[in-house]
Nanobody, 121 residues
Framework: QVQLVESGGGLVQPGGSLRLSCAAS????????VAWYRQPPGKQRELVAS???????NYADSVKGRFTISRDNAKNTVYLQMNSLKPEDTAVYYC???????????????WGQGTQVTVSS
């Protein structure tokens, strides 16, 4: 059984920084593209950033230049470094990953449980 566990959320003042982690556990062959999504209060879930297995990254316009997504394949972990945080970054942040559970199998998609980020003075 594959699980994604996010951590690193919390309360931070505007202009501050947080680093989120998404760790995969269980039995699997490889982790392909991983994305961070967020869902602000009362709004729909939106894509924040993604990183492919080869390290190609993509960002929402609203976070470009402030957020950085990275991965440590040896630790099966993807990070989201968030700098210059704004109140509008307040949301529950989720990671989403395409994971091949076995070699030659198609990938399956998994969500983490989410971690709350609150930006407020």
């Amino acid at each position: 059984q594959v699980q994604l566990v996010e951590s690193g959320g919390g309360l931070v003042q505007p202009g501050g920084s947080l680093r989120l982690s998404c760790a995969a556990s269980g039995s699997f062959f490889t982790i392909n593209t991983v994305a961070w999504y967020r869902q602000p209060p009362g709004k729909q879930r939106e894509l924040v950033a993604s990183i492919t297995g080869g390290g190609t990254t993509n960002y929402a316009d609203s976070v470009k230049g402030r957020f950085t997504i990275s991965r440590d394949n040896a630790k099966n972990t993807v990070y989201l470094q968030m700098n210059s945080l704004k109140p509008e970054d307040t949301a529950v942040y989720y990671c989403y990953a395409g994971i091949q559970t076995r070699k030659f199998f198609s990938e399956n998609y998994f969500w983490g449980q989410g971690t709350q980020v609150t930006v407020s003075s």
